[in-house]
């Protein structure tokens, strides 16, 4: 397995380099337009009882912001240029969809009433990223996404339990520290959970077929 995942990484590794950062770019482009613009009054996201028992912690700040290196993990693992560009595709409908969420229902999480801005790294994270386009979280959304992508890699290379496991955690820290910096709420990270599978999902239902590869049903590859 690991002599497989060594080579899926070597394989157009420039092309997947170069289409992460453009994909992520693009993204910003539209977010931060829609942030400084929004088209209507954005909605308070209401609290939860469950918001209230997550307590700030600004230590969580590396995981939320390790998400930039996580989701170049799966696409960097694809193989053969169809399967990377089908990946590319799915992963553009999902932005486009948030989004065109964020366009039709502007959201902002409500004030936590914690100066973050005293702790190392929020004061640089408030300057760039607002309390605004809160649901569905698209941090969640895309780490979601990413998780069960490289799920279906690790199962399909023969990972034992240990990579696997490690995938799962690291996509569940980046969805908790969303809660734990403040920068979503509870029905936040549910939304953007939800959209995330859903767009994987459909993601492994429908990509190009290896040549002379047996790809397991995509029931067999949800975490």
């Known amino acids: 397995w690991r002599a497989d995942l060594a080579a899926r990484l070597r394989e157009l590794w420039w092309l997947k380099a170069v289409g992460t950062a453009v994909w992520t770019w693009l993204f910003f482009v539209g977010y ?12 308070v996201m209401p609290l939860t009882a469950l918001d209230g028992l997550v307590p700030f912690q600004p230590a969580m700040l590396w995981a939320y912001l390790s998400l930039w290196f996580y989701v170049g993990v799966a696409p960097g693992l694809q193989r053969g240029l169809a399967g990377l560009l089908a990946y590319g595709a799915w992963v553009g409908a999902l932005l ?19 100066d973050r801005a005293a702790h190392p790294g929020f004061a640089m994270l408030e300057g760039v990223d607002a309390a605004g386009n809160a649901c569905p979280s698209m941090h969640v959304a895309i780490a979601v996404f990413t998780a069960v992508r490289l799920h279906a890699v690790l199962r399909e290379a023969g990972a034992p339990a240990v990579p696997v496991g490690a995938n799962l955690a690291w996509c569940g820290l980046i969805a908790w520290s969303t809660l734990a910096v403040r920068q979503h ?6 939304a953007g959970a939800a959209l995330g599978l859903a ?10 077929a290896r040549s002379g590869y047996h790809r397991p049903p995509a029931s067999d590859l949800i975490p």
């Open 32 to 43: 931060f337009a829609l942030l400084r613009r929004p088209g209507l009054q954005p909605a």
């Open 96 to 114: 486009a969809a948030g989004l065109a969420i964020f366009r039709a229902w502007p959201t902002a999480v409500p004030p936590s009433g914690i």
């Open 185 to 190: 709420v509870v029905l936040d990270v549910a």
């Open 199 to 208: 767009f994987a999902l459909a993601s492994l239902r429908w990509r190009p």
